[in-house]
């Protein structure tokens, strides 16, 4: 039986002569422990199970005689559970700390995606939610959580939904209950949205800050959906991708999944340990099924190489088996003179994401989304945001204190 | 009032004239959102949730007019649950993004420490089930899990026992469940055990492998504690942390647990980037609840830099509330002529743990183990290794092809 492989290509450092030897322990080693020593029958017996060098490329010189190379390996998917803590630690578990080496690539077979639900929403279903068929879809971040009474909060959700937010997030930093639990606030701010509906057309979803044990996550997503949650932010990383993946596929939790990248950078930033951007932020995320994936924008302090940004969006948009497409948020930086190279850059597909560029507009967070809504209704429009800004003041004042985009 | 405070230090490579700046940005950033533009009033009552600014030290010239500095930050102890998920999202969580940042560590204040369980058993735990109140520990690796029936796998277990093995873990790889479910393992290599502790006087603990979804962790964790597991393996990086945490916490859950590195390297092995090896495999680890923490030994060919792992023997074992001390399990490239250099460097709590150093051993695994636990003996005599290899012929043959350490 020829199994089913997952590839992962790993770039390493390395003496050229060690390559494919190393190659071929990475292949046995992390499958089934021993070959060439095993009589002929129990080879028969463990073929299946047993890793495959697929490649070695030696790209660049590197330091000291070394080389750059490239090593692609097969693990069958005999080897795996449906769990991500299986997939880590079988491609990247002991090898993430053998020297210098980055796992760059993760080609994941159709039989293994099917295993997994993936976005419950994805772009279409979460537009088919917020009522809005079309445009770039704006979030909005509330400046300050922590310390906050309910009412305080309350009024602060109240000037972002004012503005047209179509997604108003938790701080994801933000997971004390000491003035009000999740659930009060999911039930305070829907009054809120309720409220600002009549004056904006668009009902502001809320997504809130999903906390608690790890073990117990299930338990309380459903218990926030319960309680009329819209949308669930999730920072992924803190607490595993598993997480992620048993929550997003629990057929009780009925919110879209907002994945926050806290902790991503941990893993991705450094440039020859770690793993690529495009697999920690796009393919997992996707695969665990995130709706909705924040990461940091091409735009602001906090960025991505072009080409990891690239990929990355590759990753949520392209047909890989069943799987829903993700909304991208790029993220940081984002102010309204921005939206046109947003969707340049990204497509109508994008989620527009604030904190500052909405909370910092002269005219406060109301105006701050108003300047946003404008922007991207301009864009829609096909005509500059400048002539936009003739007839919106929010989107004037915007451009005057930020001014337009790369 | 004064609150407490978890003191982050983070390495950053920034311009000199932005570094209090940013400094001031983390502090509130990452706290309460906004500061200077509150009133009064406001400032009084989100004072106690508010970061600061412990200090910002240059201490080397960077690339193009940078500098390299430390920030140390305070964040205020109301603002964390007992999630590893709130302290990971708030000291590192967009900071991990932020360009050339690196998490070098964390001062977790006494009030902070006692909401955590920590180990179970500790060193002095583990001795006490195991009935080895003095010398180094010995584990053994299974050289091949995947792709065995289970009775090649009992097999194998009984070879590592008859070595005189304390502890014999599962290959951190195993998943699947074909051929049997850890259940079974549990209950088959107990018989084993006990068989070989007629000839050894030493009952080895078979350290099973934690798998299954994160949210049914702990129920799994008591499944394999009813079915007789005396110790379990765990990818705690796989998983994540909180899950460590909450299946150590779980009193249903009786066996030690023994964490995995696997996907630390990830997080660690950068030197611009990610968290120093000390916090991930050392003061995580142990505060979440390891009772044994496997890290990279000073001695093979994966490493951590030696000052590294001294700051990690340090975080398992410095007095810190109540916790328990972690035993640490250096491992990779231990052969039995290392002992000497393991218990000069790391004491004789320690666990002397080994793969290919027992199971390429000349006269197979039993002679491996064997091997090892003279030269633990011989070790805690204080004579030269040479002198019992004259009366330990597994020794004697260890020494032969593998030489004496470092």
């Given at each position: 039986m020829q199994p089913?492989?997952?590839?992962?290509?790993?770039?390493?450092?390395?003496?050229?002569?060690?390559?494919?030897?190393?190659?071929?322990?990475?292949?046995?080693?992390?499958?089934?422990?021993?070959?060439?020593?095993?009589?002929?029958?129990?080879?028969?017996?463990?073929?299946?199970h047993c890793g495959v060098v697929q490649g070695v490329e030696v790209y660049a010189a590197g330091d000291d005689g070394l080389v750059w190379a490239d090593i692609r390996i097969g693990y069958p998917l005999a080897n795996f559970t449906e769990t991500m803590a299986a997939l880590l630690t079988t491609v990247f578990g002991k090898l993430s700390?053998?020297?210098?080496?980055?796992?760059?690539?993760?080609?994941?077979?159709?039989?293994?995606?099917?295993?997994?639900?993936?976005?419950?929403?994805?772009?279409?279903?979460?537009?088919?939610?917020?009522?809005?068929?079309?445009?770039?879809?704006?979030?909005?971040?509330?400046?300050?959580?922590i310390g906050q009474s309910l009412d305080d909060l309350r009024a602060h959700f109240r000037e972002q939904a004012q503005g047209g937010a179509d997604l108003i997030k938790d701080d994801e930093i933000f997971f004390t209950e000491e003035y009000a639990t999740p659930e009060q606030r999911v039930?305070?701010?829907?009054?809120?949205?309720?409220?600002?509906?009549?004056?904006?057309?668009?009902?502001?979803?809320?997504?809130?800050?999903l906390t608690g044990p790890v073990t117990e996550l299930r338990q309380q997503a459903k218990r926030l959906c319960d309680a009329g949650a819209e949308a669930l932010l999730f920072n992924v990383y803190a607490y595993g991708l598993d997480a992620l993946r048993e929550v997003a596929a629990d057929p009780a939790v009925t919110a879209p999944i907002i994945a926050h990248p806290a902790m991503a950078g941990a893993l991705y930033a450094a440039t020859h340990h770690g793993i690529a951007a495009s697999i920690v932020l796009?393919?997992?995320?996707?695969?665990?099924?995130?709706?909705?994936?924040?990461?940091?924008?091409?735009?602001?302090?906090?960025?991505?190489?072009?080409?990891?940004?690239?990929?990355?969006?590759?990753?949520?948009?392209?047909?890989?088996?069943?799987?829903?497409?993700?909304?991208?948020?790029?993220?940081?930086?984002?102010?309204?003179?921005?939206?046109?190279?947003?969707?340049?850059?990204?497509?109508?597909?994008?989620?527009?994401?604030?904190g500052g560029g909405i909370h910092g507009h002269p005219g406060g967070a109301t105006a701050g989304g108003q300047a946003f809504r404008a922007a991207i209704d301009s864009v829609m429009r096909g005509e500059p945001l400048a002539v936009a800004a003739l007839t919106s003041e929010p989107l004037r004042q915007a451009l005057v204190k930020w001014g337009e985009g790369q």
């Open positions: 089913d492989f997952i590839f992962a290509t790993y770039r390493v450092q390395d003496r050229e002569a060690n390559l494919m030897k190393r190659a071929e322990s990475i292949a046995i080693g992390l499958t089934v422990g021993s070959w060439t020593e095993l009589p002929q029958a129990r080879k028969d017996e463990v073929a299946r700390m053998d020297g210098v080496i980055r796992l760059v690539r993760l080609d994941l077979p159709e039989t293994y995606i099917s295993r997994f639900a993936g976005p419950k929403y994805g772009v279409d279903g979460i537009r088919e939610r917020l009522g809005v068929p079309e445009r770039p879809l704006l979030m909005s971040i509330f400046k300050s959580c039930i305070a701010y829907h009054t809120e949205a309720e409220r600002a509906y009549e004056q904006t057309g668009q009902l502001a979803h809320y997504a809130v800050n796009g393919q997992l995320l996707r695969l665990c099924g995130a709706d909705v994936a924040i990461y940091p924008s091409p735009y602001g302090s906090v960025t991505l190489q072009r080409e990891d940004g690239d990929a990355l969006l590759q990753a949520l948009r392209e047909a890989r088996g069943h799987l829903r497409i993700s909304l991208p948020a790029p993220s940081a930086g984002i102010f309204p003179g921005l939206v046109p190279a947003l969707v340049r850059d990204a497509g109508r597909d994008v989620i527009v994401n604030a």
